[in-house]
């Protein structure tokens, strides 16, 4: 490539635009557009980045790729930047003291999540709470509560709320954790508790 610039691909997501078009792994982004990316410096990691953002989200944008010493036009649909865990929805438990959060893009693709995964990732755990006590992790995947699926921020407060109003002796959550599921046990004193504490 002596003489040639551009960025080279070292990751292509499955399921995205940029697989469906065919993008792989080694190629080299020489051109999008028409429009040279003489990037060769550290310095220049945004270029390619700023250029895309100038695009609308739908539209295509033609990429010249330097593939096997030859040059390749491929069209790519530019499609919205997903969530990241700092922008996903979270809720906070208080009297069990943890937060959860939305399972994002880069969750599914960095843990390998099977296509549909449902749940909430653990954000954190308080040390010495409740469920620190029982063992729950930050990182696990919450699948259910008392036996009752959490699939999104409204099903884990509405699925707490059933918890606080039944009281019961153990609280029992089924998680994901890294490549094994496994049962959280929480044995809860009622009488610390607050009312309506998920937020």
Do not use: C, H
């Amino acid at each position: 490539l002596k003489g040639r610039k551009g960025f080279r691909i070292t990751q292509v997501y499955p399921g995205t635009k940029a697989a469906e078009a065919g993008l792989k792994v080694g190629d080299v982004i020489a051109a999008m557009n028409g429009q040279a990316l003489n990037a060769f410096r550290i310095q220049d990691d945004q270029m390619l980045r700023r250029k895309i953002e100038n695009i609308d989200i739908g539209s295509q944008a033609e990429l010249t790729l330097i593939r096997d010493g030859n040059d390749v036009s491929v069209k790519v649909v530019l499609e919205e930047t997903p969530s990241t865990a700092v922008e996903a929805k979270t809720a906070t438990d208080e009297d069990f003291e943890f937060t959860v959060r939305e399972i994002t893009f880069a969750d599914r693709m960095e843990r390998k999540l099977r296509e549909g995964q449902k749940g909430l990732v653990t954000a954190s755990v308080a040390s010495g709470g409740w469920a620190s006590l029982s063992g729950l992790d930050a990182g696990d995947i919450i699948m259910s509560i008392e036996d009752r699926a959490v699939q999104d921020i409204a099903s884990f407060k509405e699925a707490m709320k059933e918890v606080r109003a039944k009281k019961p002796r153990i609280v029992k959550l089924f998680v994901l954790r890294q490549y094994r599921t496994a049962f959280v046990f929480i044995e809860p004193d009622w009488s610390l508790a607050t009312e309506g504490s998920s937020k």
